[in-house]
């Protein structure tokens, strides 16, 4: 075939002033010219090497396919009449082979039959350049596929850097997120240390002022009751001679007046001063009385006695209502009618109870710290009352003892105070919490009661109170401690 090329045909201006700008050096690039004509081969090669292009030539399709395979081109001029295998075929392996299915083929063909060029272009071909073709056309569609080809490599490289970026974003802030948990993890586990150091701290002070008031309170009580334990038994241990002297002075008596009826005038007026018979009549009263007033002293230094335990350190099984007995003795005082306040009366609604297996000393103290409370309370509630209405509605406690299906120990002590509200009521064994005036309580007293049942002897405390109708506390206690 005789090359076809006319450097200055008008149709083909325009392209001729696009392609007077002169591409970039990234825009330049290796063009393979694949024609049997070596006229062609050499006119084209000559026209794109003037303008900067690489050119390299093939005269057949096959020479072409095995040169492309080792030295890629960024464009291939191929001509679809050739012996051997065509353009259409040489096209069709290339686009068929991964590694050179994305070079840009440009058909050159005398053909004119659109479904030729509708062939081609199916197979994968970008563009067609029919002979005969211009020089400035041939330029100006290769520069225009190979700029092309720039910018889609160019394309795929910012793609590539665009994952790449997305990719190393992604793992940063994978790594940012892991290592923002991790910082709260560490956060959140310091927190709960100095929590857990805040509360061991908290539980050191409340045992310790627990110990200190157990002991003080032990060691004051049992140091009283031994105080007037020694002077009632001399007390009592004479009495009973007092007692037999009585008597036998008495039956003497008796003895005088039956054999001397009429004694002599002075011994008689003696007798009338003194009034013998009144003396003889109410001297074993008077005797009888002062046993009893020696016994309920008696009552009392047990009671006492039994309120400390000092040597009651292990568990032992212990009558629950001796203890409420004990404590409730105590409090006698503060239960008696005063000027600023009425009685409170105290209901025992005791239930059958077995011994039960517990630190007496301590739950003694619960029982201490809960009806310490209902007298505060109650106190509190009636200063606030006219006396007619704390006579229309006397206070009371009422001590309500039971044993439960789970078959645990319930010891409720309720009164018919104001009650307690809830945002008071949801924190009352908080340590150090108190709704007292300053120097009226600690806030440790329900605190420490708590962790006595809880922790001690492993049983429940809680409260349930409505605003106008008085407080209730509940423990809950097993009969037998697990660790015993």
Request: aromatic letters at 6%; glycine letters at 6%.
């Amino acid at each position: 075939m005789n090359p076809l090329i006319y450097p200055n045909h008008p149709a083909v201006s325009q392209i001729s002033d696009m392609w007077n700008t002169t591409p970039t050096a990234k825009e330049l690039g290796v063009v393979l010219v694949v024609d049997d004509n070596p006229t062609n081969l050499e006119v084209l090669s000559n026209a794109l090497s003037h303008f900067g292009y690489e050119t390299a030539v093939a005269v057949d399709g096959e020479s072409a396919i095995e040169q492309i395979n080792y030295y890629p081109p960024d464009l291939i001029l191929l001509d679809v009449m050739m012996p051997g295998i065509d353009g259409f075929e040489t096209c069709q392996r290339l686009k068929a082979n991964p590694a050179t299915q994305d070079i840009p083929i440009i058909f050159m063909t005398a053909l004119s039959d659109s479904s030729d060029k509708v062939r081609g272009l199916t197979l994968g071909a970008v563009d067609y350049i029919t002979k005969p073709f211009q020089q400035e056309e041939v330029l100006a569609r290769v520069k225009l596929h190979l700029k092309l080809r720039y910018l889609a490599r160019t394309l795929e490289q910012q793609n590539t850097l665009l994952k790449q970026e997305v990719t190393e974003r992604t793992i940063a802030e994978q790594a940012l997120q892991q290592l923002t948990q991790e910082l709260e993890q560490r956060v959140e586990d310091r927190t709960a240390e100095l929590s857990q150091a805040l509360h061991n701290l908290q539980q050191a002070q409340i045992q310790l002022i627990q110990s200190e008031k157990l002991s003080s309170l032990g060691q004051l009580v049992a140091g009283v009751a031994h105080e007037i334990n020694n002077p009632v038994n001399f007390i009592y241990g004479n009495l009973m001679h007092i007692s037999e002297y009585s008597e036998n002075l008495l039956k003497f008596a008796h003895l005088f007046q039956q054999h001397y009826p009429q004694p002599v005038s002075a011994l008689q007026e003696q007798m009338d001063e003194m009034d013998v018979e009144f003396l003889l009549e109410d001297m074993p009263k008077l005797v009888g009385s002062m046993k009893l007033g020696v016994e309920r002293i008696r009552q009392i230094v047990l009671s006492l006695r039994n309120f400390s335990r000092l040597d009651e350190a292990e568990f032992k099984a212990v009558d629950i209502h001796e203890g409420i007995d004990s404590t409730l003795l105590i409090l006698h005082n503060r239960l008696k009618a005063r000027p600023d306040h009425p009685e409170i009366q105290i209901i025992k609604e005791y239930g059958e109870l077995p011994l039960i297996e517990c630190y007496a000393g301590q739950l003694n103290q619960v029982f201490m710290n809960l009806l310490s409370n209902a007298i505060d309370a109650l106190e509190s509630y009636d200063s606030q009352r006219s006396p007619e209405a704390a006579r229309a509605k006397p206070s009371q406690i009422v001590i309500h003892t039971e044993i439960t299906e789970e078959q645990l120990v319930s010891i409720k002590i309720r009164d018919n105070g104001a009650g307690i509200p809830e945002a008071v009521r949801n924190r009352l064994f908080d340590p150090f919490f108190t709704t007292k005036p300053i120097g009226k309580g600690t806030g440790l007293g329900l605190s420490i009661s708590h962790q006595i049942i809880t922790e001690k002897h492993h049983g429940e405390i809680g409260c349930v109170s409505e605003l106008g109708h008085g407080a209730e506390f509940w423990i809950k206690l097993p009969i037998q401690q697990a660790s015993t």
